[in-house]
């Protein structure tokens, strides 16, 4: 277990027990990272901005160890959106990694 990630699951269980159905997080590349490593992550909103920034781009996401492309998370996409130049994708996990249909 990652550090900071038994407080994690425990705050969000928590607010889950508080009513809290919808959390926001906007934490950086790390908290990302803690979340998506812990399995606590139901949805995410992905802003795409039509723009490359290559090596000097802040990471999206960081200590998620992913050793290979078989190996990472599989999401499927909800919805998609246009933002003027934009766009909004909303993803949610796969319930398995071989799931019907999971590319």
Known sequence: MAPGARYLSTSLHELYDRGIRSLLVEGGATLAGALLTESLVDRIVWYSAARLLGQDGAPAVRGLDV?????APVFRVIGTRRLGEDVRTVLEPRSAPHEEGAT
């Open 67 to 71: 050793p290979s492309c078989g190996a």
